[in-house]
């Protein structure tokens, strides 16, 4: 009974959940191995966000040279195309899974449809709401971090990385930002649950108690600049231009992927993509649970993780009692 999966969901992947094996002990190498493939290839969203940031920095994005001085002229090109990303990668998933539903019902978590109107959203419904604050919020402060990035390597403020001088290591920072960013996305959500920050600035994002490609960048402005703060990292470890625009891309553009609110992209009855994570589904329904990812264990450390059976969710349930209290 431990063991059973969570009623009240149109789809629940195998449970119980695991945790990256990475940091288990004793270590088990060949698991480890295994998790590092699935989360990378053959195509993966972490692949695709590489490559999207190879293409943007080669063909879409201002020399340095240009960036050492301030101008509206570059500025704004490196707005525009992350506008037209995230509307490509946002939009892109809702037209498939929510206007022409061309997968159905299948593999998507909750059973209930999003939201068309609701007195809580600022523009009165769920996707024009989610739309506002992701594209007039979201990736205004994405290009601003982005710019703010490239301007101190232009000038020298922030440590370069190139490809001659250590290529070990500048393949490696693509796969340590990923750790980076759980790391920091558990210990910024933990802050933001506090309930005063919660209250006035988190609850906005946590309007989306089911959860479409929009919800994921849809976010208060201050909340955008604690987020996608990560960035600012590469003031300490030295990074190359196209670092920096995956570490950008990748918290922004998975934001969309990971709230699809389907376990995956199917092609032939076969999931060829995954998407939505069904851990952080289940934030967003139960709240006070599942504040990190599954590439670190926070959430098992310190008592906040479900595993999606009916177990941890009679244990969550006493925690989002609390949780809901200190709200009132």
């Known amino acids: 009974m431990s063991d059973a999966p969570l009623k009240g969901w149109s789809h629940v992947p195998n449970v119980p959940l695991t945790v990256s094996p990475i940091f288990q002990w004793p270590p088990r190498p060949g698991h480890i191995l295994s998790w590092i493939w699935s989360s990378w290839f053959l195509i993966t969203e972490r692949l695709i966000v590489v490559v999207i940031a190879l293409i943007s920095f080669q063909w879409f ?6 960036t050492q001085t301030w101008a509206i002229g570059w500025v704004a090109e490196m707005w525009v195309r992350n506008m037209i990303l995230m ?29 068309k109107t609701g007195r809580q959203f600022t523009l009165g419904g769920q996707i024009r709401d989610n739309m506002f604050w992701t594209l007039a919020s979201g990736v205004t402060v994405w290009t601003a971090y982005e710019c703010l990035l490239f301007w101190a390597l232009a000038n020298g403020y922030a440590p370069m990385l190139t490809w001659a001088a250590n290529p070990v290591w500048f393949v490696a920072l693509f796969l340590l930002i990923p750790i980076w960013e759980s790391f920091y996305f558990y210990w910024i959500h933990r802050f933001l649950h506090i309930p005063f920050f919660y209250k006035h600035v988190h609850a906005l994002h946590h309007r989306n108690i089911n959860v479409g490609p929009w919800s994921g960048l849809s976010m208060h402005p201050v909340e955008h600049l604690i987020f996608l703060g990560s960035v600012l990292v590469h003031f300490v470890v030295a990074a190359h231009p196209v670092h920096i625009l995956f570490h950008l891309q990748y918290y922004a553009l998975t934001a969309a992927t990971t709230h699809t609110g389907f376990e995956g992209l199917l092609v032939k009855d076969e999931t060829r993509l995954r998407l939505g994570t069904f851990h952080h589904q289940m934030h967003h329904r139960y709240f ?14 310190f008592g906040s993780f479900h595993d999606g059976t009916q177990a941890a969710d009679d244990r969550i349930r006493e925690r989002r009692k609390t949780f809901t209290n200190g709200r009132t």
């Open 61 to 66: 994005q201002p020399p340095l040279q240009d």
């Open 87 to 115: 509307i490509a990668v946002a939009g892109g998933l809702h037209l498939y899974f929510y206007t022409f539903t061309k997968q159905g019902q299948r593999l998507k978590y909750d059973p209930r449809p999003l939201m």
């Open 288 to 301: 006070e649970c599942n504040y990190g990812s599954l590439e670190l264990p926070w959430d098992k450390w």
